[in-house]
DNA sequence: GTGGTCTAGACCACC
DNA sequence: GTGGTCTAGACCACA
């Protein structure tokens, strides 16, 4: 994994594990990777995957069971999704029109450029 | 002026720079309010506007009269909008589609988004 | 049985025992459960249920026949009780006190909370 | 300062910011010790008085300005008295109610524990 | 094996 | 000066 130099790293792994569960390659009450195994696969040190799952057992997303691991709570999907949606009209939506109005981008052209967009990632 | 926690002081201060600029607050050529009345308007240490100063110096979006004070340049306000549109074609717009597929978003929802901002948000 | 996050589950283990002696659940120079069908009926490894009978064996609360099981001694109830007084007289009825102080609680109210308190767990 | 076996040090450290707000020794808005200099002063690694700092932002018991400082927010005594007496009333009181039960200890012979506890730590 | 704590020390961004 | 991030490595409690 590439991580980008814009956000520290800790964040970007709980950004990963959020994106494994959304894509239900790590499901509901099972195990995810240990401190050790993702800390290797990533190639950080295991505390700096550790201070992510930290925040992660915080935010209700994964628990841990003591002796065994941390595994992906039952309503860690919806928990996620309904925080992405929140952040996404609370900040990125008036940002992206004030961005618009400055920009004098209406919303006939940002249709067009949509439909461009659709058409170069369809869905698998 | 409240700041974003997400990003360092000095860039949100030369974004609200050009902000300035760009809705024609403040005029090309026109002297710009100096280091310590910015600091002092948003509550920061003059060295952090000096810092964003600098900045905006070295992108030729202001230049400085010594002993006067900075000004905006003649091609400021051509300048900002070319790098605005640039990283918001570039980066903002296809992480803002991305997310809309995500969310399940459709343009004909965005466009009722967007008329519910212009009504909270009528030009001056 | 549900265990505390805050202290090891051994250690609760060790508690439960005591509490059932006390209680006369399990009374002088019986057999206590196996190690294997406490550890399925508490929902735990059995090597936890192993280290908590461990402890008791040490402090003389319960003892081994071979080939048969736990027995608890016959001095069990007075030694556990003689060091929950202990414990509870030393360290915790100090600090309630000095918790009733800072809280502002009086010996009045903390009555009416006890009357509370006995009314919601009733003498089997 | 010493720090007990028991707890792990920078919950102790937690514990210590916030008696020293209760007392006064610390006031609202005012800045605390700096990450570095706390951790001279008690002898422990910065990281470690780090994670306690964090831990109380988290609490909203004290807030960060940027290249400045640590400051107690101007709720943070009514937030920590709440805590305790939220801790208080939900676990503490309900295990010592229990412990009296067990010890065979009646609210007139607290009462007299209690005056005798009075007498020994009479208010400054 | 698992996570959790702590240290030592480095480097960075920010004010 | 301030906090924040990351690494390397040790030690421990727990299951």
Redesign the interface.
């Known amino acids: 994994m590439n991580f980008s130099e814009n956000q520290s790293i800790y964040i970007q792994i709980t950004d990963y594990v959020k994106d494994q569960i959304l894509l239900s390659n790590w499901l509901k009450e099972e195990k995810i990777p240990s401190v050790r195994d993702l800390a290797s696969e990533l190639q950080v040190n295991p505390n700096t995957v550790m201070r992510a799952y930290d925040i992660l057992q915080?935010e209700g997303v994964i628990y841990n069971k003591?002796?065994i691991g941390n595994h992906v709570t039952s309503d860690a999907p919806a928990k996620i999704?309904e925080a992405?949606?929140e952040k996404?009209l609370q900040s990125?939506?008036?940002a992206?029109?004030?961005?618009?109005?400055?920009?004098g981008l209406g919303?006939g052209e940002?249709?067009v450029?949509?439909t461009h967009?659709?058409n170069e990632?369809p869905k698998k």
């Open positions: 915080q003591r002796g999704l992405r949606k996404f990125e939506l008036p992206f029109f004030k961005n618009m109005l400055l920009l919303i940002l249709e450029l949509y967009f659709l990632h």
